[in-house]
């Protein structure tokens, strides 16, 4: 979804002067054309999370028209599952075992799909900071035919992911959708959550996956409601 100027500017509710200063000084992407700023709706919020800008409800708003009133981020969760203790040094190694435990469609080619997610670390990080990454493929149209899918990883050690605040991954959650807008409601949801209270104290303490789901439906339960 492509965003203007003003979009922008509205659904975070800050001035002309601070999205400029994030263009300037905090490399936000955008595309200039006729001496306007145009804007990615995925990009924007991928940036966003690296930069630990708070998401307002006009960001949530945006990144989720077509999805109004459903839960998205619980039922993926579910889908995927949360696991503990998951051990690697290396990124290639934990993407590789993430994907032995996650249950996929017998169509998805997991090497393949390995690759793709190796691909999108090389193109940039999706470390967010505070020890947390969100991997994911570029183009989630090429896994077609698939519900959407969020697995929850706590590694048993902290592993580099070149996060920007230099700190190791060990918490990873993994976006698999079969669309853009599957990808965009998924990330959207999911970086609104991450600002809970309860689901970052769950998180923390690596709780039993049944708390760490049910903080996850309460959190997405407020957002149905800005919805």
């Known amino acids: 979804m492509q965003l203007t100027f ?3 500017e509205k659904a975070f509710e800050i001035e002309e002067e601070t999205l400029y200063q994030w263009l300037n000084k905090q490399a936000m992407p955008a595309i200039k054309a006729n001496d306007q700023y145009y804007f990615n709706s995925v990009e924007v919020l991928e940036w966003a999370l690296k930069n630990r800008i708070r998401l307002t409800t006009g960001a949530l708003k945006l990144c989720e028209k077509s999805r109004q009133g ?8 579910i889908r995927g599952g949360v696991y ?5 040094r290396l990124r290639e190694e934990i993407l590789g075992k993430v994907l032995d435990l996650l249950v996929l469609p017998e169509h998805i080619q997991k090497p393949a799909l390995k690759e793709m997610l190796l691909s999108r670390e090389q193109a940039g990080t999706t470390g ?12 989630p149209v090429v896994l077609a ?3 959407p899918v969020v697995g929850l990883f706590f590694l048993e050690k902290a592993v580099d992911f070149a996060s920007r605040d230099g700190e190791g991954v060990h918490t990873l959650f993994i976006i698999l959708s079969s669309s853009f807008k599957w990808h965009l409601s ?3 949801r999911l970086a609104f959550c991450l600002q809970d209270e309860d689901v970052k104290s769950a998180l923390k303490r690596r709780s039993q996956g ?10 997405e339960s407020k957002a149905a409601k800005i919805l």
Request: zero cysteines; charged letters at 15%.
């Open 6 to 8: 003003r979009d922008v």
């Open 70 to 77: 459903q839960d998205v981020i619980t039922p993926a969760l």
């Open 84 to 88: 503990f203790g998951l051990q690697g």
């Open 128 to 139: 967010i900071g505070n020890g947390i990454a969100i991997p994911h493929v570029k183009h």
């Open 145 to 147: 035919g698939m519900e």
């Open 186 to 188: 998924l990330l959207s």
């Open 210 to 219: 049944e708390e760490i789901l049910a903080a996850f439906q309460v959190a």
